[in-house]
Antibody
Framework: EVQLVQSGAEVKKPGESLRISCKGSGYSFTNYWIGWVRQMPGKGLEWMGIIHPADSDTRYSPSFQGQVTFSADKSISTASLQWSSLKASDTAMYYC?????????????WGQGTMVTVSS | QSVLTQPPSVSGAPGQRVTISCTGSSSNIGAGYDVHWYQQLPGTAPKLLIY???NRPSGVPDRFSGFNSGTSASLAITGLQAEDEADYYCQSYDSSLSGSVFGGGTKLTVL
């Protein structure tokens, strides 16, 4: 079964660092871009950017450039999203998703989401 | 404020047809970039509903269809069912942002 499995929910304090992960299985992880999508509580989806696990080529949305860092470890089929200093406004659900050429760039497989709560 | 504009809400009775619009500009939909549609049921991850403007992934009922016209795209749902009650999002690439964008989302209520 093709799937993306994300790490569990996190509760952090402002200023702390955090890395969440997204592990792919059931397909060739290095053949597909992985995207990150933010959904703040009660709000819509926001495209954060994408990373290609084969060479870690990365594209960030201007809204998230400099705020987060994407990485990928192809040896363990895992993509990661990290923050160096969290803010309360980072509180949101974060999804990873596979961008499929067969879906003409649409995200055809989604992770279950990782809820990040930042509160003092 | 997304560069792709969707109505916040639409509604329809069971069995009816509803459409959800996604209005863009010459830097996204109007430039010919593909539009994708997602369905997000409450408390779940989004699901790809339509890709490449009008294509349905395997398993998506043919009650769902997508089409484009100029700088806009639309999602049509026919034979509305209670299980269709969800949030719907369009997505396209935007050349001015050099990246993809989502519409603000539309909440579908089945009356």
């Amino acid at each position: 079964e093709v799937q993306l499995v994300q790490s569990g929910a996190e509760v952090k304090k402002p200023g702390e660092s955090l890395r969440i992960s997204c592990k792919g299985s059931g397909y060739s992880f290095t053949n597909y871009w992985i995207g990150w999508v933010r959904q703040m509580p009660g709000k819509g989806l926001e495209w954060m950017g994408i990373i290609h696990p084969a060479d870690s080529d990365t594209r960030y949305s201007p809204s998230f450039q400099g705020q987060v860092t994407f990485s990928a470890d192809k040896s363990i089929s895992t993509a990661s999203l990290q923050w160096s200093s969290l803010k309360a406004s980072d509180t949101a659900m974060y999804y990873c998703a596979r961008e499929a050429p067969s879906a003409r760039g649409g995200f055809d497989i989604w992770g279950q989401g990782t809820m990040v709560t930042v509160s003092s | 404020q997304s560069v792709l504009t969707q109505p916040p809400s639409v509604s329809g009775a069971p069995g009816q047809r509803v459409t959800i619009s996604c209005t863009g500009s010459s830097s996204n939909i109007g430039a010919g970039y593909d539009v994708h549609w997602y369905q997000q049921l409450p408390g779940t991850a989004p699901k790809l509903l339509i890709y490449g403007n009008s294509n349905r992934p395997s398993g998506v009922p043919d009650r769902f269809s997508g089409f484009n016209s100029g700088t806009s795209a639309s999602l049509a749902i026919t034979g509305l069912q209670a299980e269709d009650e969800a949030d719907y999002y369009c997505q396209s690439y935007d050349s001015s942002l050099s990246g993809s964008v989502f519409g603000g989302g539309t909440k579908l209520t089945v009356l």
